[in-house]
């Protein structure tokens, strides 16, 4: 039996699965708000790959005068870095934020399930994939929810709280007071692929390759006139880049085959950059070079 001060809690331990530009960003995030951090990937290479990336952008800060060295120490400190995927530490909180594959995310979710105290809420990043299914394969489904983190994490405000259908009032309310805590403004998503930000997103992004792939216009001119046309801060040919074109067409294809409508359809060039492993900034190389 939880006692109820332990469930309700204010959460301070998190362990973070995934050590790429997403989990890096909030594990980043969440030692800048003092918080005690596991940042874990299969290799510990890896995670100690993101620890640096972490440390860079922070040394970018103190050269702009927005943090201190102290602060600098102190936020790397409260970071450590695994090599185990499914960490025998006791964490409040973890998040997940490896690659959008639904039997990767269930089965990840099923290993840490007997090893972490039942408390332990289980959050994912993920930008589509099912809340519900993930919840499904745990013995905790009520404390299993979506923490969607937009990217780059340290700079973007929005936290999008995806509840699956068994997720609990306890659990969402811990986990929307925790995002606030680290700056954050959130809104709440029902459960449906694309969730709000990228049911709109990707389908503006897709169509921008369409138009680039036509011929309609030159990758320049197509990302001038949605800055300029529409004052948005990038363009969408940009945009895609810097989400990683791999994990835009992973998401179109899931509101494709999910939401069985043909204005999914991710474009044919998407799937040849993807196919050449042109994946953008991360390959240093997308609809734009790096």
Known sequence: MIKADVATAPIKTIAILGAGQMGAGIAQVAAQAGLAVVLADSELALAERGKRAIEAQLRRQLEKGRLTQAELIDTLARIRASAQLVTTDAPDLVIEAVSERLDL?????????????????????????????????????????????????????????????????????????LAESLGKTTVLAREAPGFIVNRILIPMLNEAVFVLEEGLASRDDIDAAMVLGTNQPLGPLALADMIGLDTVLAIAESMHRELGDDKYRPAPLLRRYVAAGWLGKKTRRGFFEY
């Not at 994939?129 to 340290?154: L, Q």
């Open 105 to 177: 995310k269930c089965s990840l979710f099923a290993k840490l399930d007997p090893i972490l105290p039942e408390q332990t809420i289980f959050a994912s990043n993920t930008s589509s994939v099912s809340i519900t299914a993930m919840a499904a394969a745990t013995k905790r489904p009520e404390r299993v929810i979506g923490m969607h983190f937009m990217n780059p994490a340290p700079v973007m405000k929005l936290v999008e709280i995806v509840r699956g259908l068994q997720t609990s009032d306890t659990t969402y309310d811990r986990v929307k007071q």
